[in-house]
């Protein structure tokens, strides 16, 4: 978010997030001062059939009730971030619709600060990748020969186990159904697909996770000892390179063909991985069922 007008170092009390024609803003008050503004990522509200006038398809509304949900957590992310940053303490936003979809008025709580924020009070949430077979989880597994349902099933007690909301279904070009469950800050997303012999199987495991703290708990990625997420790029592409994996640099992304791996996020300033993908690898699929 960029800040205009910033009162550090003072309660927050209310935030106000609004959706207009030309994007998203928010506006955030404090205990004295005057209010600060600022601007969100994405698109603007107003449908745009490309020139034509058009009415507005069914799907748009939940459209911007998606867009307006991201942009609430968002929003509060960066504000407890602050809070926790300048007061010691988190800051826990209760949103209010005033016009849903497009605009949302929070309350802003004050609570202390989150165990996981500090080193080695809250153990993280580590999926193991294992190139060919799948990848491993804490108290269960995800396999390229788990069946759909088994998959989604899985996903579900991770939510259980996190304490976060159930799968969330959403469309993915190439899969037949793709889910995902938050894990702290980021997300654990699994896409299937129907093999040659009619049955519907996990086809792709992917994890995101943004920049900054990784929430409570952490989700991380590892592979042969190595934290994707959590090593500086250039570290984690060594250490690869080390263990004599050929890495090809496509479009801001690393693939690694012979594991069916792909690593994604780092700029050209460097900075950690933010995303990883694992799936068969071409060899394997090819011969798969």
Avoid: Y
């Amino acid at each position: 978010m960029r800040k205009q007008g910033a009162n550090f170092g003072r309660k927050p009390v209310r935030v106000v997030l609004t959706g207009g024609p030309d994007g998203w803003r928010w506006t955030l008050f404090t205990e004295h001062g005057e209010p600060e503004t600022g601007e969100l990522p994405g698109q603007g509200v107003r449908w745009s059939g490309r020139g034509r006038r058009d009415e507005a398809p069914a799907w748009w509304r939940r459209r911007l009730a998606q867009d307006a949900e991201d942009l609430r957590e968002l929003v509060g992310w960066k504000l407890t971030d602050r809070t926790f940053a300048e007061l010691g303490v988190e800051a826990e936003i209760t949103w209010f619709a005033v016009a849903d979809p497009v605009e949302w008025e929070g309350l802003v709580t004050l609570r202390d600060p989150d165990p996981a924020r500090f080193p080695g009070e809250v153990r993280p949430f580590v999926v193991t990748l294992e190139p060919g077979r799948g990848a491993v989880l804490p108290d269960d597994h995800l396999l390229f020969s788990t069946l759909a349902a088994d998959a989604w099933a899985t996903l579900g007690a991770v939510a259980g186990q996190v304490g976060t909301a159930p799968p969330r279904a959403s469309f993915l070009c190439g899969w037949n159904d793709h889910r995902s469950v938050r894990v702290g800050r980021g997300a654990l997303h699994v896409s299937t697909q129907v093999g040659g012999d009619g049955v519907e199987r996990l086809g792709e495991v992917h994890g995101t996770r943004p920049a900054g703290w990784g929430g409570n708990p952490e989700l991380r990625f590892r592979l042969d000892g190595i934290d994707l997420l959590d090593e500086p790029a250039a570290d984690v592409v060594a250490l690869l390179e080390g263990l004599g994996h050929e890495i090809e640099r496509r479009h801001g992304h690393h693939l690694l063909r012979a594991m069916g791996l792909t690593l994604g996020g780092p700029d050209e300033r460097g900075g950690r991985f933010t995303s990883v993908g694992l799936r068969l690898p071409d060899v394997l699929a090819d011969a798969w069922r």
